[in-house]
């Protein structure tokens, strides 16, 4: 009767952790390697060696298959030539180039294939040849994970007694045998051969002893209970002997190769606060897929009992397993029927918050602050949290290996964001290895990834390859999906790009059959952008003030760019049509001070005062702010109005200040304040055009013009007197002299003014 029970309980053991599917082999090209990513639980073991024209990959196990059909989509045949599977659990990788190999595992197992440039190093254990079967050397298999409760009921059965059901270590509820047993593992598929073979090696063990159940506690049978009348008396427990669970442990090589003292201490954030415990935020063991589809009803049976009362494991069991499939609201709702007393409900709630958004807000805030632990608990604090600062204390290497360890779907919903937030903080090495890990292991490709990896290779100084990510994605996923077409438009704007006439025509399209909505102002702003960056200001200003909503403040930002590089780049005519039908717009807050100043100063060179000042407005002579009092009293000036200019300039600093005012004094005709303020200014030559028109010929004795110097020597030092004993024309050749002096003197200042 024992070896009945002891069937059973191996089998309900068992039965999980069969599961079988097609190992789908992706791949990625990289600048001087291309890799091959093998997604099945490799710990059984493996070898990687050489064949002809290439390498042999041999999985200890022969009930895998390998799906094929995506390795050429995204690496080119340069390095890779072919691959094939002839029988189970083989791969040939065929190769055309002097290339060498490389073979290691990642996380849970997954086995990583690179095929690199150049010769082997020395010692490169991928280098021998594969001569016997496959997997005749694989590596010693890891023990393998039974299910919480095993031992207790391995035990029992062989004791005669009850066995309790077996249940997952991550969820309360039971799974008894049924339609789908150990559907809560998350396992996928079940492999029958696979379970027989087990269970009839397992039995044959325990029939020749080989398995020996621990007794634990005392040697009564299992028809006395402990403390009976007459029984025999119970022992004490000693400390030193482990519970019934304790014999089945799980240690990696690592483990055991690097013990440490604290191994079992608490994971604290950088502030000192416990972090959650490792499996208590481990998505991926919340859930598993059917062939590939959801199996909520294998979760929703049992939900409720007598009278249609939900059971509150059971709801949360179910609200994890929509977070499994990143359904957050309805996992949100499914917390409804838990307790909010349950250990876990805030982190699962905070996990469907940030599942379920969208936006840039904090979400998620029970998460807040974990982004140091050494568990998946990083990877939710900073989807949850605030936007990364490049000098903020992140655990990044626990965040990719978390997010390494989710299922396909939930990596291609939250690779994006994470990338995105370690891009936006300038932590790009992160970033770049997230993104690899998200271009091997999502289910699919989205635009949100790709322009994410496009916004990393525009932070890495490669907007080359930024745009080809992009022009790739469109082309691969929907051409004509607005979303997509907008998210390609924006990132090539934002990367300095200008947008080619075909893809403004779609966006014109776009946005006429989407008018009136929210997308329509999107593409509409998109529109603006693109034509600001090609110089089509006057262009850019109809879009903004005739799509766009006035109250919206990126569409008023983008308003004062148009104008404020309009009067910095456009020509002439282009800018005066662009500005002067606008001038009140401009003066009213339809551009910021730098803008306005801007398109002031550009018309005030142009020879516009008068739209100069009514774009300053009529307070900008007596107000506060020191450039808008200097230009008006400049526009004044050009107006011919040297005494309100002056009165403008009053107390105002500086030497551009200085210069001004000298202009107005010189126009009021106080040359000499004229020559001082310009002194004061920095401006020589004027102050020695204001000695010349003073006639103040010692002053120009030192002036820096040679010119100045030979004209007021002319003047400081007449021609020497006739001297005795000159004959007559002597005397009149000095003064010809002189006044030739004098003459080339006046000709070389009047050229220079």
């Not at 059971?314 to 397993?321: E, F, K, N, T």
């Not at 966006?507 to 999107?522: D, F, M, P, V």
């Amino acid at each position: 009767m024992w070896r009945i029970a002891l069937g059973l309980v191996l089998f309900l053991a068992v039965a999980p952790m069969a599961g079988a599917e097609p190992v789908t082999v992706r791949s990625g090209d990289h600048q001087d390697f291309t890799r091959l990513v093998l997604g099945f639980d490799a710990s059984a073991g493996w070898q990687l060696g050489r064949i002809d024209g290439g390498w042999e990959f041999r999985a200890a196990r022969d009930d895998i298959t390998f799906d094929l059909s995506q390795v050429f989509d995204r690496i080119p045949r340069n390095r890779i030539a072919d691959i094939e599977s002839p029988a189970p659990g083989v791969l040939r990788i065929q190769v055309p180039c002097a290339c060498h190999a490389d073979g290691f595992e990642l996380r849970r197992g997954r086995v990583v294939i690179d095929v690199k440039d150049g010769p082997a190093p020395e010692g490169n254990p991928f280098e021998a040849r594969l001569d016997g079967p496959s997997g005749s050397d694989a590596t010693e298999a890891a023990p393998v994970a039974l299910p919480a409760g095993f031992a207790e009921a391995l035990r029992a059965a062989a004791l005669g007694q009850a066995a309790t059901p077996l249940r997952n270590a991550d969820s309360p509820v039971p799974f008894e045998a049924g339609p789908e047993p150990g559907a809560d593992f998350g396992r996928v598929g079940r492999n029958q051969e696979f379970q027989r073979m087990v269970l009839d090696q397992l039995a044959r063990a325990a029939s020749q002893g080989l398995i020996v159940p621990a007794r634990l506690g005392s040697d009564r049978s299992p028809d006395t209970g402990a403390g009976a009348p007459g029984g025999p008396k119970v022992a004490e427990a000693d400390p030193k002997v482990p519970s019934p669970g304790d014999h089945v442990r799980i240690e990696t090589a690592v483990d055991r190769d690097n013990p440490s003292p604290d191994r079992e201490a608490d994971d604290l954030t950088a502030a000192g606060q416990v972090c959650p415990a490792p499996g208590r935020l481990d998505l991926s063991g919340w859930g598993y897929l059917r062939q590939g589809t959801a199996a909520i009803d294998a979760y929703r049976a049992g939900l409720t009992g007598e009278f249609d009362e939900v059971d509150p494991a059971r709801a949360m069991a179910l609200a994890r397993y929509y977070a499994f499939l990143t359904f957050g609201a309805e996992a949100r709702q499914m917390l409804g029927f838990v307790p909010r007393s349950d250990p876990d409900w805030d982190l699962v709630d905070a996990m469907a918050e940030i599942l379920d958004h969208e936006g840039s807000a904090p979400v998620g805030r029970a998460l807040d602050g974990y982004e140091t632990c050494n568990s998946e608990a990083a990877l939710w604090a900073v989807l949850a949290g605030s936007p990364l600062r490049p000098d903020q204390e992140v655990n990044e290497n626990a965040v990719i290996r978390a997010f390494d360890g989710l299922p396909a779907h939930a990596k291609t919903l939250l690779g994006p964001r994470l990338i995105a937030a370690f891009t936006t903080a300038h932590r790009l090495e992160a970033a770049a290895l997230l993104r690899n890990a998200l271009d091997l292991g999502a289910s699919e490709r989205t635009m949100d990834a790709a322009v994410a990896g496009a916004r990393l290779d525009a932070a890495l100084g490669e907007p080359e390859k930024a745009e080809e990510r992009l022009d790739s994605a469109l082309a691969e996923t929907d051409p004509d999906s607005p979303e997509a077409l907008l998210a390609l438009a924006e990132q090539k704007l934002g990367m300095g790009r200008t947008l080619a006439p075909e893809m403004i025509e779609a966006l014109e399209a776009i946005a006429y059959e989407q008018r009136g909505t929210e997308l329509a102002e999107r593409l509409s702003y998109a529109l603006a952008r693109a034509a600001l960056a090609r110089g089509a200001h006057a262009e850019a200003r109809d879009l903004i003030l005739t799509r766009l909503p006035p109250e919206d403040a990126r569409a008023r930002s983008l308003l004062r760019k148009v104008y404020q590089d309009a009067a910095e780049s456009a020509d002439a005519d282009s800018f005066l049509r662009l500005v002067l039908p606008h001038g009140p717009e401009l003066g009213g807050g339809g551009a910021d001070r730098a803008a306005r100043l801007a398109v002031a100063e550009r018309l005030l060179t142009l020879g516009f005062p008068d739209d100069t000042l009514a774009l300053l407005g009529p307070g900008a002579a007596a107000g506060e702010d020191h450039a808008t009092r200097l230009l008006a009293a400049r526009a004044l000036l050009a107006q011919g109005d040297a005494g309100l200019a002056v009165a403008a300039l009053a107390a105002l600093d500086g030497p551009e200040a200085a210069g001004v005012m000298a202009e107005a004094q010189e126009q009021l005709g106080n040359l000499d304040e004229a020559r001082r303020l310009y002194q004061r200014a920095g401006r020589q030559a004027d102050a020695e055009r204001m000695a010349v028109l003073e006639r103040d010929w010692s002053a120009l004795l030192a002036a820096a013009d040679p010119a100045l110097r030979g004209l007021a020597e002319r003047f400081v030092r007449p021609v020497a007197p006739e001297a005795a004993g000159d004959e007559p024309y002597d005397a009149a050749a000095r003064m010809i002299e002189a006044s030739a002096r004098a003459r080339a003197a006046l000709e070389a200042l009047l050229h220079g003014q």
